[in-house]
Nanobody, 123 residues
Framework: QVQLVESGGGLVQAGGSLRLSCASSGRTFSSYVMGWFRQAPGKEREFVAA????????NYADSVKGRFTISRDNAKKTAYLQMNSLKFEDTAVYYC????????????????WGQGTQVTVSS
């Protein structure tokens, strides 16, 4: 069982930055692909970024490419999402998730989810 807890959300002005963290309680954190998703009111949950077990490969949604960076520290059992140049349309609840698959991008490929953290970008 893996428990994930996100932190770092908040209110920021457009153009600003935030760093989200996702702490895992499981002992096998390094066995999971980690991903970040977001869900805005009235919209479906959408993929933001993912990182492979060792951190060697990352993947991003086109909407955040060049602005967001996903990373992980397996020793600390924590994944991160550095968000720069934030836009109003980045406003959403952000979720981290863990997948036992070799590679994952779709929500249904992820096995464990955090409770989410709100990110609000003011224009």
């Amino acid at each position: 069982q893996v428990q994930l807890v996100e932190s770092g959300g908040g209110l920021v002005q457009a153009g600003g930055s935030l760093r989200l963290s996702c702490a895992s309680s499981g002992r096998t954190f390094s066995s999971y692909v980690m991903g970040w998703f977001r869900q805005a009111p009235g919209k479906e949950r959408e993929f933001v970024a993912a990182i492979t077990r060792g951190g060697g490969t990352t993947n991003y949604a086109d909407s955040v490419k060049g602005r967001f960076t996903i990373s992980r520290d397996n020793a600390k059992k924590t994944a991160y999402l550095q968000m720069n140049s934030l836009k109003f349309e980045d406003t959403a609840v952000y979720y981290c998730a863990a997948s036992g698959a070799y590679y994952a991008r779709s929500p249904n490929e992820f096995d464990y989810w955090g409770q989410g953290t709100q990110v609000t970008v003011s224009s």
